[in-house]
């Protein structure tokens, strides 16, 4: 697994944004506007595909 490193931006008054780099968008195929949830697991954050 490539390890990327990566800057936190922040957006707007309280929010922060991570690009996620382009391979890992290809290998999951992430679209845009897709919804996605993020949880929070010891020190880490996972992000999955929304289900209903």
């Known amino acids: 697994m490539k390890k990327y490193i990566r800057k936190a931006t922040r957006v707007g008054k309280r ?4 690009v996620i780099p382009a391979d890992i968008v290809d290998e999951l195929s992430i679209r845009e506007k897709q919804k996605l949830t993020l949880r929070r697991s010891g020190g880490k ?3 999955e595909d929304w289900k209903k």
């Open 15 to 18: 929010s922060i944004a991570v």
């Open 45 to 47: 954050i996972i992000i």
